[in-house]
């Protein structure tokens, strides 16, 4: 049965699974665990950044396994955004850590002392860093979340010029900046997850505007160009008195580049394992045809979603949404 998700110029057909854990084809005795982050190069190959054994698992997009690595290198995989130069940058809030790796995973930049985490809430890169951007002027911002309240820039090379944030919920303040990207004209968005919110800045860190339609924004993923589409991942209510609320997801919203809601993705009214729905939704992508793939930290969301249940062996934690086209 085809399981049919979004409305309009974003309507997606959702892939059949390939596996126990979701869409892509393991290899035999293989597992994801979390999928945290997803990225897609420019030959549409598919980069699942998860917790397990083999923590960068490699797809075409019709999701055959082409390779893995980062088997001694990955501690806690969190974040995966692709560099316009063939490289990958990994935020692995584990180590505290962001790494530049080439596509094959040999690493070119390491930004962090891995293991040597910043003093908890002091500002100072990085505790438990969460994930990177690009300026278009290769500058690099990481968000560094867990263990901090604040945004970080540094040059190409890898050098610190400025920090920006701290703890709280006034513009311009934190709480948990879990993603962060950057658009065409240099305008810095970050997913403020428990602040219910994303924050847009200016290059160098000047609050702007915020949106605030949306629920523990998790996921974070903008379209290249000028104009971008943002697909942001939501997570769901955790606690005991709203764990059962409808329509807060967990879900995809999709919004045009001021923060208009144009569609949402997920069989509302809450969570599940079903096609087309989530637990988790944590890392986006979205491919040359717009196709859409959504790793989810499942495994990690089980006892917060159903504490009076237990865990599976396996929960799904990729799904892929290929887009219809109009007319199909």
Avoid at 274 to 290: C, T
């Amino acid at each position: 049965m085809t399981t049919i998700v979004g409305s309009g110029d974003y309507t997606y057909r959702v892939a059949e699974a390939q596996g126990a854990e979701g869409w892509g084809k393991l290899p035999p005795g293989w597992q994801f665990g979390d999928v945290a982050a997803v990225g897609v190069d420019r030959q549409d190959r598919v980069y699942c950044f998860n917790r397990g054994k083999h923590p960068m698992i490699v797809f075409d997009r019709d999701g055959n396994f082409l390779k893995s690595w980062g088997e001694d290198v990955f501690k806690h995989a969190h974040g995966v955004h692709m560099g316009p130069d063939d490289t990958i940058w990994c935020t692995d809030d584990g180590d505290h850590t962001v790494r530049q790796c080439t596509l094959d995973g040999k690493v070119l930049l390491e930004i962090g002392i891995p293991g040597r985490p910043a003093p908890f809430l002091g500002g100072k890169p990085f505790n438990r860093c969460t994930h990177t951007a690009l300026s278009p002027k290769g500058d690099i911002y990481v968000s560094d979340g867990y263990g901090n309240a604040c945004v970080h820039k540094y040059d190409p090379a890898g050098r610190l010029l400025r920090s920006w944030g701290g703890p709280g919920c006034d513009p311009g303040q934190f709480n948990l900046p879990h993603n962060i990207c950057c658009d065409a004209d240099g305008w810095v968005y970050v997913a403020d997850r428990e602040n219910h919110r994303i924050q847009v800045f200016d290059g160098n860190g000047r609050y702007e505007a915020q949106w605030n339609n949306m629920h523990r924004p998790s996921g974070l993923y903008m379209t290249p160009g000028k104009c971008p589409i943002c697909y942001i991942g939501e997570i769901g209510p955790y606690l005991d008195i709203n764990r059962a609320y409808p329509n807060l997801g967990p879900r995809i919203s999709i919004t045009d580049h001021k923060g208009k809601l144009l569609a949402r993705l997920g069989k509302i009214p809450t969570a599940g394992t079903g096609p087309g729905q989530f637990l988790s939704p944590h890392g986006l992508a979205v491919d040359s045809a717009g196709d859409l793939y959504v790793g989810e930290v499942a495994y990690t969301a089980w006892p917060s979603i159903y504490p009076d249940q237990p865990k599976p062996n396996v929960v799904r934690s990729l799904q892929k949404f290929v887009k219809v086209k109009a007319g199909n």
